[in-house]
């Protein structure tokens, strides 16, 4: 049985999505049965590329579309979706 | 923001001679200090080693993004170096790297520092650029190639 689910986040991290969360991200992307698809309004890049999510460009308060795909899809937007809800303090 | 215009191209290596990552980016660190001189090779070293520690920049398809802030650095600074053999930098795919991009930012930079690795990120997702870089016989081939993605948007 597959599904599809498709939610919106906003980047919370005053840094953005920078180097070290985008490849957080690509890792946590990695573990789920699930193709998980990222947008910020335009193309859908994957989520365990960081070169992909890097390109987005994705700072603070930039809406990110989340798409899943597969067994795990449910979890793994709840779980990538909370990763970009997470607010960084700057290092 | 274009990447020739932070770019040291005195600073790029065709052949980097280290083979593992601490040389690697001492070797980085130096050429880059050498080239620019308001650079500290040795802060600028142990910043690279620090970020390093976080998470590898190795970030796949052969390439990383080593990358630091500078405390007292007035704008941001790259260079790019390449490795024939490729180097063992605990990438997150797990193969080596042999296109190596430094980006040095200074401290309070967040906007400029995100635009310039999405903007390295976007040329480096382009297999014909990573294959440019890797078939280049010279630093004049490889500020080319760089040139020309610039151009594209």
Known sequence: ?91 | MKIMDILVKDAVILDIESQEKDAVLLELAKRLAAAEPVLDEERLHKVLIEREALQSTGIGDGVAIPHGKLPGLSRLVASFARSKAGVDFQSIDGQKTHLFFLLVVPEHSGGQHLKALARISRFFRDASFRKALEEASSTEDVLRAIEEEDGKF
């Open chain 1, 1 to 91: 049985m597959s599904e599809t689910v498709e939610k919106a986040f906003v980047v919370a991290s005053e840094l953005g999505l920078h180097a070290r969360p985008a490849g957080e991200f690509a890792n946590l992307a990695g573990r789920f049965d699930a193709e998980v698809e990222v947008s910020r309004g335009g193309e859908w890049v994957s989520s365990r590329s960081v070169l992909s999510l890097l390109s987005l460009a994705a700072s603070q308060g930039t809406s990110l579309q989340l798409r899943a795909e597969g067994p795990d899809a449910a979890a793994a937007i709840e779980a990538l979706g909370t990763l970009i809800e997470r607010p960084e303090l700057p290092a």
